[in-house]
């Protein structure tokens, strides 16, 4: 699995600089991933032009894809994840185990960042053509199954390809010229353990010193 690759082909394609890549999958579910790709930009939402007429921007929608990991290992979309975030340049990895959400009494903030996760925003169905790339026929199944048996986000944001290289100022000293970084990845995934709700933040990058900074 080459998910440094995919993420890095389709910034290419888009030519728009990542905000953040996420991955969420239903826990103890290791056939399949939802894979979303969140951009920095705005698009007109009609190519339509009116003369004096200023027609509004809207949010590039993000991209979204399912990972086939038939075959795969438990602990293999972790690794890949690292391994995409380490050539990406990120800072860290951050892993959050969530429970079902599908009970009594459960918090609105819960059910909203279940939606988000499985994209979708408000509890509604994207208007068609919303999503840059959208091969993820199942999600909605996935959606109601975490419902029932919760589920794992990863979170990353990239510097190459991304936002966030404009504020490379040199101060980690594991990047390259481009804001990359070549593999190996040191950094190790840890045991999976979905049982309980807990988030774990994989540190990737290392400081070089305190930057101090005069405005």
């Not at 690759?5 to 939802?34: K, N, Q, S």
């Not at 190519?47 to 075959?71: E, F, N, T, Y």
């Not at 990406?88 to 185990?97: I, K, T």
């Amino acid at each position: 699995m080459n998910l440094f690759e995919t993420i890095a082909g389709h910034a290419a394609a888009m030519r728009l600089p990542l905000y953040a890549v996420t991955v969420t999958r239903v826990a103890r579910r290791d056939d399949a991933a939802l894979l979303s790709l969140h951009w920095h930009g705005f698009l007109r939402r009609t190519p339509l032009k009116i003369p004096g007429v200023d027609l509004p921007l809207r949010p590039v929608a993000q991209s979204m894809a399912r990972l086939d990991m038939s075959g795969e290992r438990l602990d293999a979309l972790e690794t890949a994840l690292l391994e995409a975030a380490w050539q990406l340049g990120a800072w860290d990895l951050e892993r959050v185990v969530r429970p079902a959400w599908w009970r009594l009494g459960v918090p609105a903030t819960e059910v909203s960042e279940a939606l988000r996760a499985f994209g979708y925003a408000d509890g509604d169905e994207p208007e068609q053509g919303d999503y840059t790339m959208a091969e993820a026929p199942d999600r909605e199944e996935m959606l109601r199954e975490a419902g029932r048996r919760g589920y794992v986000r990863w979170l990353f944001r990239p510097r190459k390809c991304g936002i966030w290289s404009a504020g490379h100022d040199g101060s980690d000293e594991t990047l390259d010229s481009t804001g990359g970084r070549t593999l190996p990845c040191p950094v190790v995934a840890g045991p999976p353990r979905e049982t309980e709700p807990q988030r774990t933040v994989y540190r990737l990058g290392r400081a070089s010193g305190l930057q101090l900074r005069r405005s």
